[in-house]
């Protein structure tokens, strides 16, 4: 797929508003064109990096559905969390999560555990996006919450979950861009050299 110039090098806001916007479209056709991808993925679980604690998310919208991989880690015997949005402007928490259970929406509208489940610290966060490359560039929805996340946590691992299909060649990073140590998708698990 051809995407605006903004792959070939640094982009302006406006270009890289292009770009999340292509990604967007591109992400919500390969969902419509293979919805047994995220099964697929999980079968790789196995390959993922190690860790007690893994961050997971809920899928919105087009995001690959990150539910059979979840079940998958929980067979695995690793703890899972999802992240919180307490403050707009502020890194996310954890929340110790076992599927199956309730959630309520957080302040950027994403569901999440309660407040009396137990904050915990992952090793591993998967994270959604809508764009990636073979160097661990990561191409968010631009709300900058993984980011922060990234940034406030450097010890943990960075694990992007996407298709196949929204790998581009090069992404231009700006200085708040935080790479990933890998990216796993429905042909497996590749960890960035």
């Known amino acids: 797929m051809r995407v605006p110039d903004a792959v070939s090098g640094g982009f302006s806001m406006i270009d890289k508003h292009e770009l999340r916007a292509a990604m967007r479209a591109t992400r919500k056709r390969l969902a419509g064109l293979d919805p047994e991808a995220s099964l697929r993925a999980a079968e790789h679980a196995g390959d993922l990096p190690p860790g007690e604690i893994v961050a997971v998310y809920r899928a919105i919208g087009s995001e690959i559905d990150a539910d059979a991989l979840s079940m998958t880690l929980g067979r ?43 904050t915990v610290t992952p090793d591993l966060i998967i994270t959604p996006l809508l764009a990636f490359d073979a160097a661990g560039g990561r191409l968010g929805q631009g709300g900058g919450y993984y980011d922060r996340t990234f940034a406030a946590l450097p010890d943990a691992r960075r694990i992007g979950f996407a298709y196949a299909g929204q790998e581009l060649e090069n992404l231009a990073l700006e200085a708040h861009d935080i790479r990933l140590h890998g990216v796993l998708t429905e042909r497996g698990y590749r960890a960035v050299p």
């Open 76 to 118: 695995f015997r690793r703890r899972l969390c999802l992240p919180v949005v307490i403050e707009r402007d502020a890194p996310m928490i954890f929340r110790h999560w076992s599927p199956g259970e309730p959630l309520e929406l957080d302040e950027a509208g994403v569901p999440a555990p309660f407040p009396l489940a137990a």
